[in-house]
């Protein structure tokens, strides 16, 4: 694990958090997400974690076997714990602002059945009390905001940003604010509601 000059960012190596493989990955962050109570994430490549099926997350994390740091492929049991951790959606006392690309409808991970119930998941996450969902259009024009790597942030005191070697953790307040101005405006470039579900439903028909 490597720090950088400022403590209020930690750059944390894949290598380093998957040694001891995937499903501890996941139930690590099960504390965190139970003491979260606004979780905003920012997803232009995959479904978010919170939102995926069991089959969309086995299918995510079969890929990451591939990836020379994992000591053994335990893709299935972390893919159960993901699923499991999910269950947050359900309890009270957690909002959800969620906002993908719309090109996140069409990425052909797993197998067409698959991607079809995972598909329909959205429409009935989308419906949650507890749930924002956005869709960043495809043709959106005069873009206020670039698709961005995917970001989490934790109520307003921590960003977690996916890199392809590592995690970066932030809790500085300044880059938190970057962080936090970034995603209001992706929001604003969202649509939802019945909006959202005719772009679901389109991406579904493009399965068939």
């Known amino acids: 694990m490597s720090q950088s000059p400022n403590a209020d960012s930690m750059y944390i190596e894949w290598r380093h958090q998957l040694r001891d493989g995937l499903k501890p990955l996941q139930e690590r962050l099960a504390p965190l997400f139970h003491e979260t109570q606004l979780f905003r994430v920012y997803s232009s490549t995959l479904m978010p974690g919170l939102l995926q099926t069991?089959?969309?997350?086995?299918?995510?994390?079969?890929?990451?076997?591939?990836?020379?740091?994992?000591?053994?492929?335990?893709?299935?049991?972390?893919?159960?714990?993901?699923?499991?951790?999910?269950?947050?959606?359900?309890?009270?006392?957690?909002?959800?602002?969620?906002?993908?690309?719309?090109?996140?409808?069409y990425h052909?991970?797993?197998?067409?059945?698959?991607?079809?119930?995972?598909?329909?998941?959205?429409?009935?996450?989308?419906?949650?009390p507890s749930v924002s969902l956005g869709i960043v259009p495809l043709d959106t024009r005069e873009r206020a905001q670039w698709p961005h790597e995917t970001f989490h942030v934790y109520d307003d005191t921590l960003v977690s940003v996916e890199l392809?070697?590592?995690?970066?953790?932030?809790?500085?307040?300044?880059?938190?604010?970057?962080?936090?101005?970034?995603?209001?405006?992706?929001?604003?470039?969202?649509?939802?509601?019945?909006?959202?579900?005719?772009?679901?439903?389109?991406a579904l028909e493009a399965l068939r």
């Open 108 to 128: 052909q991970i797993p197998e067409p059945e698959t991607m079809a119930a995972q598909l329909e998941n959205l429409v009935t996450a989308s419906a949650l």
């Open 54 to 105: 069991a089959g969309y997350a086995a299918a995510v994390l079969r890929s990451v076997p591939d990836f020379p740091v994992l000591p053994f492929d335990d893709s299935t049991e972390a893919a159960r714990a993901r699923v499991e951790r999910s269950r947050i959606l359900h309890e009270p006392g957690h909002e959800f602002a969620l906002i993908v690309e719309e090109s996140v409808l």
């Open 164 to 202: 392809i070697s590592a995690e970066v953790k932030i809790t500085q307040p300044s880059e938190i604010a970057l962080y936090l101005e970034a995603f209001e405006q992706l929001r604003s470039m969202a649509v939802y509601g019945v909006e959202a579900r005719a772009l679901i439903r389109k």
